[in-house]
């Protein structure tokens, strides 16, 4: 990584890169600072944490090792009766490896004492704060004469408020933001790599040495799929816009063997573990379980999660999920459009459901409603302005094969969670693309529209669309504070921060 940075940082021929990275890592370790003694308070980080320190442990990918019943047994009734129990823990595949084994090496090095979650915080911190110098080299590689509105773009990472908190939850996204960005950098260094004129190709070697970078975002995205294992849409579209856009044939063979044999070892060892054929994690059927219950609305909800969570068994938890989801739809088969429109909504509202729950559970105390309105306007129109000026960018975009890559990507990561569930925490991964988007677009002014609307036909066709986009996007977070009004009222009220809503 230390040679990676540095070649895409030399095509810049500043020192921004550098200089931007500092500034984002300085606002990233205030907070991992103020709330050096903050704990964790989601089931997710209890279960991160877990696998981490069986990792660290030398006992495998377990969690619930019998030193962490106490904690969780008030909370989540396990049927241990069910398995042959191990006191080390149980042998899971539920959660992606990379994350977890991430958290591992931090704790190996540094210790698992009750320091470890700062220790992870700062590193988390270090490693965030590549995402604003890596959104600007993607940004220059897309427009490559667009030095100031790629400046912008990374400034807008540097600064986007939830951004700068992220590194205080112990969540996969730490890792997932930094290698999507990374991934979609070195498939447009390998699409620039065929333009270069090369000897032919004398033997196998040659041609995988000439095929180098298509090499290395094998390796990249493959380890994205083991972050979160929704990064396999984006993947074979990737694999896709090789084959077809840039007519690599050869390139897309390889960079598809390699996701394979990245994510290969992993698959195998799950349907080891099982005896079935499993993928890179088991938690398919548990999510469309909670995205298509009847008492759900496609997003996560505290009563349902609990259901299957008391199995042991990954494989039949999964088996369950899917078994029952195949009920709920067959029951009520005219509320899967229903449930694509909630998850929508869920997935572009507003970035309010982490304040929500840790103010109501009481982390900070009391504050007084003009700090809190503060705050929750500081976290929420971030991604209101983003969104709709990324909208625009993209409908006067030209569409060349980098913009191609980056609505590939847009539509094979967002796709997915709206097909099975979404929160809007998984937003976030897109802000880094919107933002590009938005900066050229500003960069531009009224004038790009002018332009893109006097252009053609398909150009007044795609304005019209991202208007249409932005009048649902700003009806959609109308309705999401007129649905809630009743909690934001009760959050703003004099025990809001008792108010002790669930996640």
Not at 9 to 36: C, E, G, S
Not at 112 to 130: H, P, Y
Not at 133 to 147: D, G, H, M, S
């Amino acid at each position: 990584m230390t040679r990676f940075v540095p070649t895409f940082m030399r095509k810049a021929n500043n020192n921004f890169p550098v200089f931007i990275y500092l500034v984002a890592l300085f606002f990233r370790l205030i907070p991992v600072i103020v709330m050096r003694d903050m704990g964790i308070g989601l089931d997710d980080m209890f279960q991160y944490d877990m696998l981490a320190r069986s990792i660290a442990s030398g006992d495998g990918y377990r969690w619930y090792a019998e030193k962490d019943l106490p904690t969780v047994l008030p909370y989540l009734q396990l049927d241990l009766s069910s398995i042959d129990y191990d006191p080390r823990g149980v042998l899971t595949s539920f959660r992606p490896p990379l994350y977890p084994a991430f958290l591992a090496l931090i704790y190996f090095i540094f210790g698992m004492g009750v320091k470890r979650f700062l220790i992870a915080r700062v590193v988390q911190a270090f490693l965030a704060a590549t995402m604003a110098p890596f959104t600007y080299v993607l940004a220059l590689r897309i427009y490559p004469k667009r030095e100031r509105a790629s400046r912008v773009s990374a400034w807008i990472i540097t600064l986007y408020p939830m951004l700068v908190i992220y590194p205080l939850s112990l969540a996969t996204e730490n890792l997932f933001f930094v290698l999507v960005l990374c991934s979609l950098i070195v498939l447009l260094k390998a699409k620039d790599s065929l333009q270069v004129d090369v000897p032919e190709v004398k033997n196998s070697l040659h041609f995988l040495v000439r095929s180098r970078w298509f090499l290395f975002a094998g390796v990249l995205i493959g380890l994205t799929c083991l972050t979160r294992s929704v990064a396999q849409f984006f993947a074979l579209l990737a694999v896709f816009w090789l084959w077809i856009l840039l007519k690599a044939h050869k390139q897309a063979i390889l960079t598809l063997v390699i996701i394979v044999l990245v994510i290969a070892p992993w698959m195998i060892r799950n349907s080891l573990l099982y005896g079935r054929i499993t993928g890179i994690e088991s938690a398919l059927g548990y999510d469309l379980y909670l995205g298509y219950h009847p008492l759900g609305n496609g997003t996560f909800q505290y009563p349902q999660s609990l259901d299957l969570m008391t199995m042991m068994n990954d494989a039949d938890r999964d088996q369950v999920g899917i078994q029952k989801t195949l009920e709920f739809i067959k029951a009520d088969p005219g509320r899967i459009f229903y449930l694509l429109l909630r998850r929508a909504g869920y997935f572009f509202g507003l970035e309010r459901r982490v304040l929500t729950f840790f103010y109501s559970n009481n982390y900070f105390g009391y504050l007084s409603p003009p700090v809190l309105g503060s705050i929750f306007v500081l976290l929420c129109l971030p991604f209101v302005i983003i969104s709709t000026s990324g909208v625009t960018g993209l409908a006067i975009i030209r569409w060349r094969p980098e913009a191609c890559l980056l609505a590939l990507f847009l539509i094979g990561y967002i796709l997915p969670h709206l097909l099975i569930i979404a929160e809007d925490r998984f937003h976030l991964t897109t802000v880094p693309l919107l933002s590009i988007l938005a900066a050229q677009f500003w960069s531009g002014g009224l004038a790009s529209i002018r332009q893109r609307w006097d252009g053609s036909r398909n150009g007044k066709t795609a304005l019209i669309l991202a208007s249409i986009a932005i009048i649902l996007l700003f009806t959609n977070w109308g309705l999401e504070l007129w649905r809630d009004s009743d909690k934001i009222a009760l959050l703003f009220s004099l025990n809001g921060n008792e108010a002790y809503f669930s996640y």
